[in-house]
């Protein structure tokens, strides 16, 4: 959750920079922005022989099938690389926790193939999840904080329970900014109390972006094939922007959060993160489905689909409309010659592109989001608190337990998200109520007669500008654009997919859909991908000062 351009810009409406400061980060802060960006200079290519580097669920499957390895042996590979690329060599420190049973299961979905039940496409595949979602085994359910930290969940979330069904192996947990990103008007994408700093694989000293920091980088290392992230607002789509993969937020209502700590039961949902489309939209299969504990589910009955594949077409381009937002179009030269290059490719694939004002229609009925978001916040962590296997039992308790223990829970920044939230009324406040209508009934207008008068069917534009310094003192620096309120606020389906480089730090084109539209942006971003290839495998490089 961005929540940070909450508080600067109200609204995430269409942040736009003339430069973004590219140059090198000095000691751990922001560089300041110039009109001709000094290039980043490397140490050099970092020489990757990983056995798994970029492999696919397919290509894993057919592995296993043939006997040239099984779970367990990959299973296996995606620890050692955990222990050589996250905990040592270049500390990525996107992953919070291994799972101490992982190779126990992926042993067990070996001797299930050998008896030939293979359970579907994510049979023994090892999958990430994020740590914010209640896993009942020997893991910790913590969202980052210590105050979480002991915290064993008695039962799986609803999607933990689909990904054992489907027989993935839950390999371990990722980092994430802690509380999703929803603790302090300063904090840092990727820091947690209780996991630390998760570093940005293309470049170590840029941001991951947050909160889903952990998933992202992980799935770009490397560390595993496909995670499961959560998202309010640009928490799946920023992480997986900056890390070069593919990300994709369903609709609100597509995919059940039982069982997820939460920010806002009506923004918040679980969501795939994957080097490719394809295993994208594999996960979301999985994911999929109705909760009868997440009552908002019911609503995609009849909507949702096994298989996500289905819809994935090397020419889903041709004949279809998109839209680009027009405030997009110019911001800073390199982004939008790669825009621009982008629309071509759009076009030359059967595409027609229009130019459309969506993030000016948003700008006037999101002005209340962050207030929204702090009733809902408080509400919803109570609620989780109350039945959790934790000390702290609500927000109050959360707010104590940090000042009891500020040296290691708030070494950086505080609790003034925390605080503030916690002062507010219940949900039947008037505030509330008349801001969340205000809100969802017109950002979900906005976008659905932008799109039915021009007849289109999806809209794009720059996920996010480029990863930025990490930054502990004065916390986060966005750069730029910001697709992802509209689809936030609106609940509506929003995907990311490569879109190039800038100096070395991946930039991600969004394509955003009307409610329950997941097939045909999928559809989109597919074509696209197969056209473009832009997805590169980092190389871990460090920024050092031009001289």
């Not at 050589?84 to 420190?93: A, E, Q, T, V």
């Not at 730029?480 to 490569?498: C, Q």
């Amino acid at each position: 959750m961005n929540r940070r351009l909450f508080i600067k810009a109200g609204s995430f409406a269409g942040l736009t920079l003339s430069a973004f400061g590219l140059g090198a980060c000095a000691s751990g802060a922001n560089t300041a922005a110039s009109e001709q960006p000094a290039p980043l200079l490397t140490d050099g290519p970092f020489k990757d022989n990983f056995k798994l580097n970029e492999a696919t669920i397919q290509e894993l499957q057919q592995k296993m099938q043939s006997g040239e390895l099984t779970s367990k042996a990959i299973t296996q590979l995606y620890l050692d690389r955990i222990n050589s690329i996250d905990k040592s060599g270049p500390k990525l420190n996107s992953v919070i926790e291994v799972n101490p049973d992982a190779l126990q299961i992926a042993e067990a979905m070996d001797q299930e193939r050998k008896a030939g039940n293979v359970r579907g496409p994510l049979h023994g595949i090892p999958v990430m999840v994020k740590d914010n979602i209640d896993t009942a085994d020997k893991m910790s359910t913590s969202a980052g904080a210590l105050a979480l930290a002991e915290n064993k969940a008695a039962k799986d979330a609803f999607i933990v329970t689909k990904l054992r069904e489907a027989g993935a192996v839950i390999i371990g947990k990722t980092n994430l900014s802690e509380w999703a990103n929803f603790r302090s008007t300063k904090s840092t994408s990727g820091w947690s109390a209780r996991g630390g700093q998760t570093r940005n694989p293309y470049v170590l000293d840029r941001t991951p972006c947050g909160s889903s920091s952990g998933s992202g980088v992980a799935v770009a290392a490397n560390l595993c094939v496909v995670a499961v992230g959560t998202e309010t607002n640009g928490s799946v789509v920023c992480p997986s922007a900056v890390s070069g993969v593919v990300g994709l937020k369903p609709t609100v209502g597509l995919v059940s959060r039982s069982g997820i700590i939460p920010i806002s039961h009506t923004q918040d949902t679980a969501g795939p993160i994957a080097r490719t489309v394809t295993d994208a939209a594999l996960l979301l299969g999985v994911l999929a489905g109705v909760d009868p504990l997440d009552a908002v589910t019911r609503e995609s009955a009849g909507k949702a689909a096994n298989d996500y594949t289905q819809f994935l077409d090397a020419n889903g381009l041709q004949g279809k409309r998109i839209g680009v937002e027009k405030s997009f179009l110019k911001g800073q030269v390199a982004i939008d010659a790669m825009l621009q290059q982008a629309l071509d490719v759009l076009k030359s694939k059967g595409a027609t592109i229009v130019e459309v004002e969506m993030m000016k229609k948003i700008r006037e009925v999101s002005g209340n989001s962050f207030k929204i978001l702090q009733y809902e916040f408080k509400d919803g962590v109570n609620n989780y608190l109350r039945t959790a296997n934790a000390k702290v039992k609500t927000l109050s308790d959360v707010i104590e337990f940090n000042k009891q223990n500020e040296a290691t829970s708030m070494p950086y920044f505080k609790q003034e998200i925390l605080e503030m939230s916690d002062k507010l009324g219940d949900l039947t406040t008037k505030e509330y109520t008349e801001a969340l209508e205000k809100q969802v009934t017109g950002s979900r207008e906005a976008i659905n007669n932008l799109m039915a008068e021009h007849k289109l069917d999806a809209i794009t534009g720059p996920t996010y500008g480029p990863s930025w310094c990490i930054d502990l003192v004065n916390g986060d620096s966005f750069t730029g654009y910001g697709m992802s309120t509209p689809a936030a606020i609106s609940g509506y389906p929003h995907i990311t997919v490569p879109m190039g480089q800038v100096q070395g730090l991946p930039i991600g084109l969004s394509f955003i859909g009307k409610a329950y539209a997941e097939g045909e942006i999928l559809k989109v971003a597919y074509a696209f991908e197969q056209a473009t290839k832009h997805r590169k495998a980092p190389q871990f490089l460090r920024t050092t000062i031009p001289s």
